[in-house]
């Protein structure tokens, strides 16, 4: 329609002639897969995919908490390890670990959600029952939680035996389980993995700061000679670390330091106590 109506101009968009009729044998709603390699929208979709692939890494193999043993995956052993809180000490050379990937770096210890649990019973497999009143008050169902600790033992010594089945205990078994809790107890320690034993603990040589200085927990306990270094034929764990162990154990030796104190006659091994009481044991 002219607009004014004496205007001899014919409208903008009647300029252009009449539209072209598309014939029915073309194609309708055609994808325009130009706009898809334009390069303003291929840089941000590549790097967004890149960034969420990267974060998914990371996650699942630096922030992921294991909650126990049995979920650690095979090719962390040897090439990873854990950082966490001691929960428990509960021999001379084993403990418990709660694992916090991260650190306070990742929220552990100050973020809401992000805190080691202090009491006993929310550390462990914790089994619920909800009534069903819509069954019966007497009817429920059990929910099981999830194991929160890992157990660890320390690689390449062997601490004297506690009191164990109706087996008595060895000689400075107490010291060094007294030793070993005050030491680490409710310290993050970081413990470096190197395979699953058949007690479903995880063998691992551990370190703690101790002012401004990282100390080996294991090294340390054969130097006040609380422990030996680990005997046993098969199932042996040192890391790069057994030449210093020896040399620990030699130098507390020397010096008649904690179960070497007393007469070499009348010194037995965890080793040796535990083939002879497993010895006796078979012989009942």
Do not use: C
């Not at 390699?37 to 922030?63: C, G, K, S």
């Not at 009143?133 to 939680?145: E, F, H, M, Q, Y």
């Amino acid at each position: 329609m002219r607009w004014p109506p004496w205007s001899s101009k014919p409208p903008e968009g009647d300029r252009a002639g009449p539209k072209r009729p598309t014939p029915w044998e073309d194609p309708i709603n055609v994808t325009d897969w130009k706009q898809y390699t334009e390069l303003q929208n291929l840089v941000p979709t590549v790097l967004l995919t890149a960034t969420t692939l990267v974060f998914v890494h990371v996650y699942r193999n630096y922030l992921r908490r294991i909650p126990k043993v049995s979920e650690i995956q095979p090719g962390f052993f040897r090439k990873r390890s854990l950082f966490g809180r001691v929960t428990s000490v509960g021999d001379g050379d084993n403990f418990h670990l709660f694992h916090t990937p991260g650190g306070r770096l990742a929220g552990w210890g100050w973020f809401p959600g992000r805190r080691v649990p202090e009491k006993r019973e929310d550390l462990k497999s914790r089994t619920v029952r909800f009534p069903i009143a819509v069954l019966s008050p007497k009817v429920s169902i059990r929910l099981t939680g999830r194991l929160y600790q890992i157990h660890v033992r320390l690689a390449g010594i062997d601490a004297p035996e506690l009191a164990h089945f109706g087996r008595p205990a060895q000689p400075f078994s107490n010291d060094a389980l007294t030793w070993l809790r005050e030491y680490i107890h409710r310290r993050r320690v970081r413990a470096y993995i190197y395979r699953r034993d058949q007690y479903d603990r995880v063998v691992a040589t551990v370190y703690v700061r101790r002012g401004l200085i990282r100390r080996d927990v294991g090294l340390q306990m054969l130097k006040q000679g609380l422990a030996t270094v680990y005997e046993a034929k098969s199932g042996a764990e040192f890391g790069a670390v057994e030449d210093k162990y020896r040399q620990a154990e030699w130098w507390a030796r020397k010096k008649r330091k904690g179960i070497w104190a007393g007469k070499s006659g009348d010194f037995e091994s965890p080793r040796a106590y535990k083939t002879r009481m497993n010895a006796s044991d078979q012989g009942k």
